[in-house]
């Protein structure tokens, strides 16, 4: 079995990986120092193009065109920027062991990898419905989306089944943009989750009957509080149909579950400090191991702007922390001095011509302003969070890039609210004048 060694090793190769890479670069990494070791076959990836626009029915996207850093505007990093850079990508590869002690992996097939300093970016595992034992879930085409070899399985199973019935289990964000690609590509849609509206973390019942209404007005059904509890398949094993909890069964040729994520932390278990679910770490993403550090979905870290200890599931922190990650590393090194991590929560996401972003915090009263009648063409509304007499969140569907900008200074400035009648009357003029 082949051991190598490194001075940095990135465990996990997703949007995380790849924007600490860039950082190293940027801040100076010599060849044959760094090394990204990825489970998935191919280089980082801006990952929230899986649900989007990877699956269109045409003009999709697909690598080498998405390759990170295009999602915030950067450059494309193709495997041959990491070769020119001497960053080994050591892909297809799952850690299945990591001795921290020892500092050193274990890859499945028995090579070791050893490091001088650690960066976990393993990011999250979709929660499965065979993971609670529902009866049938083991069916054929019940599918789930976290990488690029789910998103394929999805393609083949989409042209297997043409003009089909699809149900997608699930009312978050991901349940939202996979109803809308499969109705973009011609599926029956029906979606079902058990809350009162869709995507209850964020949306108020306000907000959420806008993009109801919507997807109504598209042709997708919506199936409230109830779950499903059970499947049936066809005689090939496929699914055929979906036992709700209420006693309806649904046709399917095709289910999509988006039930939630789960940070991929066991490789650590007893040997890192935990908290809320991921691994601690302080405003530089070190943990309690001074030569490990943890970025994106894995990482519980101290959100400076509320005072809070947080672990965030978000493309936009997970490029961040990585960088800050890398800058802490080399500045450590150095013996210089950096901020502590300082994030504005930033949230969206995108579905047929729609298109939301969300910053800050969602607690407190809110007020929803602008029409959010589903019927009106553009359709553009809004929420503002108010805690303590300060507007410390802001949600806009349809925003200009100004528009985004002034709620995300919104919720960074925290402005006091005289009056909720005035916010609400004055609705995204409140934002753009601060
Ligand atoms: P990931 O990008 O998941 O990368 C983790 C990597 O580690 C993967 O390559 C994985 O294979 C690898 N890995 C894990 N374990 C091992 C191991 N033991 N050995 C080797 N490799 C390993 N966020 C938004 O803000 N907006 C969106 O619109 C949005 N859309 C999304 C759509 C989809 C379909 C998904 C799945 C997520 C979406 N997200 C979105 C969330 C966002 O993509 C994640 O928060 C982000 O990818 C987290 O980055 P990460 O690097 O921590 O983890």
Known sequence: MAEKSFKYVIVGGGV??????????????KPGELAIISKEAVAPYE???????????????????????VGSGGERLLPEWYRENGIELILGTEIVKADLAGKALISAAGDAFKYQTLIIATGSSVIRLTDFGVQGADAGNILYLRDIDDADKLINAIKAKKNGKCVIVGGGYIGLELSAVMKMNNFDVTMVYPEPW?????????L???????????????????????????????????????????ESDI??????????ITLFKGQLEEEKGGIKTDGFFKTSNPDVYAVGDVATFPLKLYNEIRRVEHVDHARKSAEQAVKAI???EEGKFIEEYDYLPYFYSRSFDLSWQFYGDNVGETILFGDNNPVVPKAKFGTYWIKDGKVVGAFLE???????????????????????????????????KI
């Open 198 to 206: 869709c995507m209850p973390r964020l949306f108020t019942a306000g």
């Open 330 to 332: 080399k500045a450590s």
């Open 255 to 264: 289910v999509v579950v988006g039930v939630g994520g789960r940070p991929l």
């Open 16 to 29: 995380a990986a790849g924007y600490a890479a860039r950082e190293f670069a940027r801040q100076g990494v």
């Open 47 to 69: 990952r929230p193009a899986l649900s989007k626009a990877y699956l269109f029915p045409e003009g999709f996207a697909r690598l080498p065109g998405f390759h990170v850093c």
């Open 398 to 432: 349809n925003g200009t890039p100004e528009e985004n900008k002034a709620i995300a200074k919104v919720a960074r400035v925290q402005p006091p609210v005289e009056s909720l009648e005035q916010l609400k009357a004055e609705g995204l003029a409140f934002a753009s």
């Open 208 to 250: 959420a009957a806008f993009y109801e209404g919507y997807y109504a007005n598209k042709g997708i059904n919506i199936i409230k509080g109830t779950v499903a509890t059970g499947f049936t398949a066809d005689a090939t094993g496929d699914v055929k149909e979906v036992k709700l909890k209420d006693g309806r069964v649904l």
